[in-house]
């Protein structure tokens, strides 16, 4: 079972804003990295450490981190956005692991 | 441009093994790492293991322990995920991709465009 938990769906409406969280005790030690998959495709990495955006990510995408909790916020949000994301980090033996992962629909 | 390109699609028998491949380009295979994950049908993703490119270490999750083994080429930038004893529950797409680790922090860019393995009798 996952150490990172997240919640398995949320809606936005169009051009809204939309938080998706990521929970684990790890995370009070190591960053999160975001993940973005649609279906039939591999995922696309949307954010990593404490707020970067790989180069052809737009700037609606930003993370922050408190506590336990990572959070991946979508700014605006667009109807290409719907999609799965998953977010990373370690487990208790310092290996990586992924979220549960959250379904987000636009409306 | 940072490319991963994998090997086609497989259909094995359960008991058998099979060997995936994981091409890179665009960059020095060496300096970084490459981490297998799986994702089965309709399922999320699974981390499965990483190599070094550059020495060869390796660390996988413990629960392929004894049943993976992940190589590297790095005269053609390929790393391989090898899985034997394959059961139904192996049915999966597999992914390689491009690691960067440090203390505090790991994230996977470029992804491979995956791979079917399908275990069926």
């Known amino acids: 079972s996952s150490e990172l938990t997240q919640d398995p769906a949320v809606s936005v409406a169009l051009g809204q804003t939309v938080r998706i969280t990521c929970q684990g005790d790890s995370l009070r030690s190591y960053y999160a990295s975001w993940y973005q998959q649609k279906p039939g495709q591999a995922p696309v990495l949307v954010i990593y450490g404490k707020n970067n955006r790989p180069s052809g990510i737009p700037d609606r995408f930003s993370g922050s981190s408190s506590g336990n909790t990572a959070s991946l916020t979508i700014t605006g949000a667009q109807a290409e956005d719907e999609a799965d994301y998953y977010c990373?980090?370690?487990?208790?033996?310092?290996?990586?692991?992924f979220g549960t992962g959250t379904k987000v629909t636009v409306l | 441009q940072v490319q991963l390109v994998q090997s086609g699609a497989e259909v094995k028998k359960p008991g058998a093994s099979v060997k995936v491949s994981c091409k890179a380009s665009g960059y020095t295979f060496t300096s970084y790492g490459i981490s297998w994950v799986r994702q089965a049908p309709g399922q999320g993703l699974e981390w499965m293991g990483w190599i070094s490119a550059y020495n060869g270490n390796t660390n996988y999750a413990q629960k392929l322990q004894g049943r993976v083994t992940m190589t590297t080429d790095t005269s053609t930038s390929t790393a391989y995920m090898e899985l034997r004893s394959l059961r139904s529950d192996d049915t999966a797409v597999y992914y390689c991709a491009r690691l960067v680790r440090d203390m505090v922090l790991n994230w996977f860019d470029p992804w491979g465009q995956g791979t079917l393995v399908t275990v069926s009798s």
């Open positions: 990373n980090s370690r487990d208790s033996s310092g290996n990586p692991v």
